[in-house]
């Protein structure tokens, strides 16, 4: 897959969220877009999963423009936005059906659910109602749906608001693997989250990229 961002900006009313992006993903990569609250990446997340439109560039997904009505990259999408919602009532496994369902996994959907959750390490809480996890096995969950239908590119944005240190480094283990054929990408406002998994950091501020490169290249605190 190839993504390339070819002078993407987006205005909301009077904010400029995203100014003049230029941007090409190969996969693989394994991608981290690091920057403060407010620096436009949840909106250039939203644009990649084809939410938003940007208000003038053009996304183009393996030389096809992307625009609203295009369906194709939402069968080899993932996506795990900062404000998921669970059913807590239901359990780990009650939810992924669900979601399986809501996605149009039908053929072999018993096989892409429990991939899913052993992917994510939630074999042992499958059968649990998940009222009765943790804030990471949450984390996983969202995790685990996304990753329902194996998707090529996988975006994850925030996933470790409101983790414990603990839980946000077995995060940080459960994408370490499996980005061998994707393009997995991660959004956060804490680098340590991806500095060491990533192959390559894309720093965003007030809608401008400030650096793109290895993690080696950037200079923490920079
Ligand atoms: P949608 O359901 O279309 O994604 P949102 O929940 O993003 O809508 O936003 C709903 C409204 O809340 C928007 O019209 C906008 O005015 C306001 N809003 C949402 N997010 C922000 C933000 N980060 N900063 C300022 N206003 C926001
Ligand atoms: P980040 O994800 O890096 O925190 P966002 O993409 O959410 O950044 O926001 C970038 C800028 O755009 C912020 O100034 C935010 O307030 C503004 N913004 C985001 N969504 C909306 C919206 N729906 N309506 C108005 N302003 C928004």
Not at 184 to 200: G, K, Y
Request: proline content about 4%; aromatic content about 4%.
């Amino acid at each position: 897959m190839e993504i390339k961002l070819e002078n993407i900006s987006k205005e909301y009313k009077n904010v400029k969220a995203l100014d003049n992006i230029n941007l090409a993903i190969n996969s693989p990569a394994m991608i981290g877009f690091v920057g403060p609250n407010g620096a436009g990446k949840s909106t250039l997340m939203k644009m990649l999963v084809g939410q938003l439109l940007p208000t003038s560039g053009n996304i183009i997904v393996d030389g096809v423009l992307l625009n609203k009505n295009e369906k194709h990259l939402k069968e080899r999408l993932g996506y795990l936005p900062q404000d998921f919602g669970l059913y807590e009532e239901l359990t780990v496994e009650e939810f992924l059906d669900y979601m399986a369902c809501l996605k149009g996994i039908n053929r072999s959907k018993r096989k892409s659910i429990d991939r899913a959750i052993s992917l994510t390490s939630l074999e042992e809480k499958r059968k649990f109602k998940i009222k009765t996890l943790s804030g990471g096995q949450k984390q996983r969950i969202g995790i685990a749906q996304a990753i329902l239908n194996n998707p090529e590119l996988l975006i994850v944005d925030e996933p470790t608001v409101g983790l414990d240190p603990e839980e946000r480094i077995k995060f940080r283990n459960l994408f370490s693997e499996g980005s061998k054929e994707k393009i997995v990408i991660l959004s956060t406002h804490i680098i340590e989250d991806v500095e060491s998994i990533c192959n390559s950091i894309i720093v965003l501020n007030k809608g401008k990229i400030l650096f793109a490169g290895e993690p080696s290249e950037l200079v923490k605190g920079a």
